[in-house]
């Protein structure tokens, strides 16, 4: 499907590979897809860890929380070991750690047994996280390079919705997600195991496709960057686009490290470097992990059943592969920057109906949260309104700027330290919100993403600069 948009939609180069191309990003974008769903599974266990391992709501609250971890130590290390030993090498690598993690936290029969697979988990899902969109950003072309990179925004949430499928299937299966399914085990655990399966065909893709052509040249295989760069788009163009890489490097073409972040005549971190921390932490800041994360608690804690909250976060999934289609439509067109200012635009005032209506709640007898038909009606539309908004932009433009903002040189470090940022973000919302749950309740903590998704409408206008169209060898730090 994506070969026929593109090859229909853009001018046609006269030896440019389009379909190898296409099928090279699809495989990065599998890493995307089990990012997704490692994310997005945990949201149906919560009742059988509470079961299994006697958690209390801390305990719970960090048991979600420890894959994130893990994502930042994994994204910190990912853009560094990816320059060391290449973006393909790495995603093989985390490719085994989502299979390990899957398997050892559906088995795990003690809670620090879980925690160990879910951090595993994390380094996979950091890993992929930033490397996956930069492999595909340094292979394709500009003119349709951001519609390919949002392609994992898309795999992210398809991962997600999948998850979320999994979880209602598996545990109405069984009646409950604590309840016994197959081989005498709790539906929570094939909840993780499930997710072997793509985790073992992202491993077997990798083995098939090259490495970075960029990264080739920062290493000094220019012979093996010129084959490579031949496949994707023929003798002619290779040997300008190798030329060109070899010019963008050629001041300072020592192999990268953490100290290129700073600027030679200041000594201090590059202004490029805090756009990019700046970036990834909104798009934490706005809240939108407690919706994946914690779906199914949130809308059981305003009166819906187990299976209807499940059911309501698959609604959620697929709404949000729908707006992902609307930044793929429109990226390469309108440009990253619009997309950022709308979507922050949009969430603020979804945010704000959401924490209206919770606001006008009622706690009951149980201490849980009730809503009346109008205000649940409304809590739930503003949800999902918000959850479009971000999956048109922040979700998969962020992504996208993080994989291309960066100069060639120092592409690998700066994405570790803003990965490692943004899964710091995601650690800090996830393991807050029960806590906000207990003390200021939904309508004060949602009061608190509003009020960073309006902050983020003026961090865009000032300091976020257009990438769109621009090859990678024109970036500057």
């Given at each position: 499907?994506?070969n ?36 997005g599974?945990i ?30 130590l ?93 979880n ?20 929570w ?36 960057a ?38 030679k ?41 187990e299976?209807d ?33 709308v ?38 539309i503003?949800?999902?309104i ?5 999956n048109?932009?922040?979700?998969p ?18 994405l ?22 207990a ?19 003026f ?19």
């Amino acid at each position: 499907m994506n070969n026929i948009v593109l090859e229909s939609t853009l001018p046609a180069r006269q030896e440019e590979n389009t379909r190898l191309i296409v099928q090279i990003s699809c495989v990065a974008t599998l890493g995307g897809f089990l990012f997704g769903f490692d994310s997005g599974v945990i949201n149906g266990t919560v009742e059988g860890l509470k079961t299994a391992f006697h958690s209390s709501d801390t305990a719970i609250g960090f048991e979600v929380a420890s894959v994130l971890l893990g994502c930042a130590l994994g994204a910190f290390f990912a853009g560094r070991e990816a320059d060391r030993w290449g973006r393909r090498a790495v995603l093989i690598i985390s490719s085994v750690l989502f299979l390990l993690s899957a398997m050892g936290a559906g088995s795990a029969a003690a809670a620090w047994f879980f925690v160990a697979a879910r951090i595993v988990g994390g380094f996979a899902v950091g890993a992929a996280s930033v490397i996956a969109p930069a492999y595909i950003a340094e292979v394709a072309p500009a003119r349709y390079r951001g519609r390919l990179a949002t392609v994992q925004q898309i795999a992210i949430i398809s991962g997600l919705f999948c998850a979320f499928l999994s979880n209602y299937l598996l545990a109405k299966a069984a009646g409950a997600s604590t309840d016994v399914l197959w081989l005498d085990q709790a539906a929570w655990r094939w909840m993780f195991w499930v997710q072997v399966l793509p985790s073992s065909l992202f491993f077997v893709s990798l083995l098939f496709i090259p490495e970075s052509p960029r990264y080739l040249v920062v290493r000094k295989r220019d012979s093996d960057a010129a084959k490579v760069l031949s496949r994707l788009y023929g003798d002619g163009e290779a040997q300008t686009k190798l030329a060109d890489i070899r010019a963008s490097l050629a001041q300072d073409r020592h192999r990268p490290r953490l100290s290129d972040l700073l600027d030679k005549a200041s000594g201090k971190i590059r202004p490029i470097v805090w756009v990019g921390i700046g970036l990834a932490t909104f798009q934490q800041l706005v809240g939108i992990n407690v919706v994946f994360y914690y779906g199914a608690v949130l809308w059981q804690a305003v009166g819906f059943s187990e299976s209807d909250a499940l059911l309501t976060n698959v609604l959620s999934g697929a709404l949000s592969i729908g707006a992902c289609f609307i930044a793929v439509m429109l990226i390469d067109k309108v440009g990253r920057k619009p997309l950022l200012w709308v979507g922050s635009l949009g969430m603020a005032v979804s945010l704000i109906l959401v924490t209206v209506a919770f606001a006008n709640g009622s706690v009951d007898a149980h201490g849980k949260l009730a809503l009346s038909h109008a205000m649940g009606t409304l809590a739930l539309i503003a949800a999902n309104i918000y959850v479009i908004f971000f999956n048109m932009s922040w979700g998969p433009v962020m992504w996208v700027m993080l994989g291309e903002m960066f100069p060639n040189q120092i592409r690998g470090s700066g994405l570790a330290v803003a990965g490692a940022a943004q899964w710091t973000s995601n650690f800090a919302i996830t393991v807050t919100f029960p806590i906000l749950l207990a003390s200021i309740g939904l309508a004060g903590a949602y009061g608190l993403y509003a009020a960073a998704a309006i902050v983020s409408v003026f961090f865009v206008r000032r300091y976020v600069h257009e990438t769109r169209g621009k090859e990678l060898e024109q970036m500057e730090g």
